[in-house]
């Protein structure tokens, strides 16, 4: 009998074995490498991590110092004011709530400035509109004056000295009393009455409506003179007085019985004690 050989079979099972066995090995050494690489990852992570650990401990240290501070510096504040920690924390929203009033306040009195300058502001503007308008007016009423005064008459009295302007109503006499060159009395007679006029008196003795015509008395320095049948508007003059100045006398209405008119004297003509008007 022959014996079969083996020896193949032997030589090809420790081929493969020999190869599971290197990669056995080399899968160990990844391994091995890997958890080297692991454990450099996890040595780095646990130092940043404990480096955290101590700076939270730092700032935990730091918090509770500063809050201890805080905590003997508000006792101390109390202590020193007699509060408590209550008291503190309310005096503390008191003066939180006195500040916002005083915020709003001020807030509030800066609004009502602001509308008290606007308003002055149009008081201001209508005040230079008053002035505009008033300036206007003055300078009209001047142009009028100057208009009428260029309208005054002046003629020779029943003496035969020429006569200052003439004023033939109210209106025009006031216009001669704002030129200032003369004193004015203005006067009503009533027919058998002797009235006073300035430093003179006068008496009506006749009053003519139909022909605008007056006969009345004059009495100056004890004397009596007679200025009869006059006319209207007619300057009718007389000499008074111990510096003997000329007088001027002018009838601007007759009625019945009655004339109205005014005497015109010269500024430094004396001055009477009292007067009588219309």
Same mark, same amino acid.
């Given at each position: &009998?022959?014996?079969?050989?083996?020896?193949?079979? %032997?030589?090809?099972?420790?081929? !493969?074995?020999?190869? =599971?066995?290197?990669?056995?090995?080399?899968?160990?050494?990844?391994?091995?490498?890997?958890?080297?690489?692991?454990?450099?990852?996890?040595?780095?992570?646990?130092? %940043?991590?404990?480096?955290?650990? %101590?700076?939270?401990?730092?700032?935990?240290?730091?918090?509770? #110092?500063?809050?201890?501070? /805080?905590?003997?510096?508000?006792?101390? !504040?109390?202590?020193?004011?007699?509060?408590?920690?209550?008291? /503190?924390?309310?005096?503390?929203?008191?003066?939180?709530?006195?500040? @916002?009033? #005083? +915020?709003?306040?001020?807030?509030?009195?800066?609004?009502?400035?602001? @509308?008290?300058?606007?308003?002055?502001?149009?008081?201001?503007?209508?005040?230079?509109?008053d002035v505009g308008g008033?300036?206007?007016?003055?300078?009209?009423?001047?142009?009028?004056?100057?208009?009428?005064?260029? %309208?005054?008459?002046? &003629?020779? *009295?029943? &003496?035969g000295v020429q006569s200052? =302007?003439?004023?033939?109503?109210?209106?025009?006499?006031?216009?001669?009393?704002?030129?200032?060159?003369?004193?004015?009395?203005?006067?009503? !007679?009533?027919? *058998?009455?002797?009235?006073?006029?300035?430093?003179?008196?006068?008496?009506?003795?006749?009053? #003519?409506?139909?022909?605008?015509?007056?006969? /009345?008395?004059?009495?100056?320095d004890d004397k009596q003179?007679?200025?009869?049948?006059?006319? /209207?508007?007619?300057?009718?003059?007389? $000499? +008074? *007085?111990?510096?003997?100045?000329? $007088?001027?006398?002018?009838?601007?209405?007759?009625?019945?019985?009655?004339?109205?008119?005014?005497?015109?004297?010269?500024?430094?003509?004396?001055?009477?004690?009292?007067?009588?008007?219309?």
């Amino acid at each position: &009998m022959s014996e079969t050989p083996v020896v193949p079979e %032997q030589r090809s099972f420790s081929g !493969l074995f020999l190869a =599971l066995l290197a990669v056995a090995v080399i899968a160990a050494i990844a391994g091995l490498a890997w958890s080297y690489h692991l454990s450099g990852r996890v040595t780095n992570a646990e130092a %940043q991590l404990s480096q955290a650990q %101590q700076r939270n401990e730092k700032l935990a240290a730091a918090l509770d #110092d500063t809050n201890a501070r /805080l905590k003997v510096t508000t006792e101390t !504040l109390g202590h020193s004011l007699g509060l408590t920690q209550q008291q /503190l924390e309310t005096k503390a929203q008191e003066l939180l709530r006195r500040q @916002q009033a #005083d +915020t709003k306040r001020l807030e509030t009195q800066q609004a009502a400035t602001e @509308q008290h300058v606007s308003s002055v502001s149009s008081d201001v503007s209508g005040v230079k509109t008053d002035v505009g308008g008033v300036k206007t007016d003055l300078t009209q009423t001047k142009t009028e004056l100057q208009n009428a005064e260029s %309208q005054l008459q002046s &003629m020779k *009295g029943d &003496m035969g000295v020429q006569s200052g =302007l003439i004023a033939t109503n109210h209106n025009e006499l006031e216009i001669l009393k704002h030129k200032g060159d003369r004193n004015y009395y203005e006067f009503t !007679l009533t027919k *058998g009455q002797k009235k006073p006029v300035s430093t003179v008196s006068l008496e009506l003795k006749k009053a #003519d409506v139909k022909h605008s015509r007056y006969t /009345l008395e004059v009495y100056a320095d004890d004397k009596q003179i007679e200025k009869k049948d006059r006319g /209207l508007n007619e300057p009718v003059q007389f $000499y +008074t *007085g111990k510096d003997n100045l000329l $007088y001027e006398l002018v009838v601007n209405s007759v009625d019945k019985n009655t004339v109205k008119g005014y005497i015109a004297t010269p500024k430094n003509a004396p001055v009477p004690v009292s007067t009588s008007g219309q």
